[in-house]
């Protein structure tokens, strides 16, 4: 992996999960915060995956390069390459929902992957600041509300259990080899960059979806959901960033929780993200039959579908960030109407351009 020379002296950071959400996001943030060169890692699929790559793959300090958390061979050789100043791993199978089907894939990645990553340091690049990208979901079945740095792992899935493993393997290598090695832990975080499996998303595109139909007078399906009464602390992934900087750049390795601190329901983001879109509704009914209607008409806008209930839930997650804001002076910029909206707005714009282009 070679940059041209006059490249070659500054500071080298390798960020996974690259096509993901937070990966590209931290490559911009990178490429406009400091001047180091950014190695984006991505692994082989069939299908060409770099949508949400497109604002910085020519960008000169910006590289691509593959492995997979699955290979340690192929991890290795990346660090050994590139021998980077700050390893960013965000590469995870991250949807809780779907760790219930391939559990055994979920801890490999997600658990096994972070033991690759350090074992990669450990013997590679010692100097290298690791940063692990620790979950809310790890709280799980929750003894108190807002949930602090004290409170316990309680997890309450597959993927809670393969964070839970990875913090207790960063903080294990942390003391028994001295490596700067933090595990933040995160509360949702979503964006216009978001998978479409996620409940933010998938609303967003639906409200998109529907409001042209409605606008074109077109019939159309519902959104279809699972548990509307689960109660999240929802973020924007932008802001988060600069946190997991600040968090690596630290003189002691020290870790964090990152959240808004608020807490808002499924129904009130289905509510608030159709408002946006300029469909007032109204919830009714109660279990299944619970639905989302057009104020003061018929027309159902979302309704209830067993399908998407998990088989163990997380009821409520609800963060305290105070540390992280007192001690390192993280803030966030963007609230939650701000975040629905911005959500929104995109996928409105998306929505647009595929009904009028030719
Ligand atoms: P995404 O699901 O959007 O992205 C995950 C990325 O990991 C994708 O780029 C995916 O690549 C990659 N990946 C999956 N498996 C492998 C593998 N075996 N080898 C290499 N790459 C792989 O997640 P987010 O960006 O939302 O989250 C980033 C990290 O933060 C994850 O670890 C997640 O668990 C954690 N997290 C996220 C929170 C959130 O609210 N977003 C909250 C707390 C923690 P591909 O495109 O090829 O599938
Ligand atoms: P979560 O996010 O499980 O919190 O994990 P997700 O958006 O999938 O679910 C949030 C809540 O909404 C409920 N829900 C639905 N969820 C989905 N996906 N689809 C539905 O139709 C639906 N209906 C209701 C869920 O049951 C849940 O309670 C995210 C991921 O980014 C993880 O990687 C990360 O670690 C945590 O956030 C913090």
């Given amino acids: 992996v070679q940059y041209k020379y006059y490249l070659k002296m500054k500071k080298k950071v390798l960020v ?62 990346l660090v050994q390459e590139i021998q980077p100043d700050y390893f960013i791993n965000f590469a995870a199978n991250s949807f809780v929902g779907c760790s219930w089907d ?72 942390r003391e028994s080899y001295d490596i700067f090695a933090v595990h933040g832990i995160l509360f949702n975080h979503e964006g216009i960059r978001r998978g479409e499996e996620f409940v933010t998303r998938k609303i967003t595109k639906s409200v998109a979806r529907i409001k042209c139909a409605l606008d074109r007078d077109e019939s159309f399906q519902p959104l279809q959901l699972g548990n509307v009464d689960s109660i999240r602390d929802w973020s924007d992934s932008e802001d988060f960033m600069a946190g997991v900087w600040l968090m690596l750049n630290q003189e002691t390795p020290k870790e964090y929780i990152l959240s808004s601190n608020e807490t808002h329901t499924v129904k009130e983001f289905v509510s608030l993200a159709f408002q946006e879109a300029g469909i007032p509704g109204l919830w009714s009914g109660e279990g299944l039959d619970e639905k989302f209607r057009i104020y003061e008409e018929n027309k159902i806008l979302a309704e209830i579908n067993e399908e998407f209930y998990r088989p163990g839930e997380v009821d409520i997650l609800h963060g305290d960030s105070a540390p992280i804001r007192e001690e390192l002076g993280w803030s966030p910029r963007f609230s939650f109407p701000d975040l629905v909206k911005r959500m929104v707005n995109n996928d409105l714009e998306i929505a647009k351009k595929r009904t009028f282009s030719p």
């Fill in 102 to 173: 391939m559990p055994e894939h979920v801890m490999d990645t997600n658990a096994m992957g972070t033991l690759r990553c350090l074992e990669s340091i450990r013997r590679f690049q010692p100097k290298c600041r690791f940063y692990s990208a620790g979950s809310s979901e790890e709280m799980g079945d929750v003894d108190y509300s807002p949930q602090d740095k004290a409170h316990p792992p309680k997890p309450r899935s597959p993927y809670g259990v393969s964070k839970v493993a990875s913090r207790f393997l960063v903080k294990v290598y």
């Fill in 16 to 77: 996974t999960g690259v096509t993901g959400q937070d990966g590209p996001n931290m490559v911009d943030y990178l490429l406009k915060e400091t001047d180091y060169l950014v190695y984006g890692m991505t692994r082989r699929s069939s299908n060409i995956n770099l949508s949400n790559c497109e604002s910085f793959l020519n960008n000169e300090r910006f590289q691509l390069v593959y492995a997979d958390l699955t290979d340690g061979g192929s991890l290795d050789r």
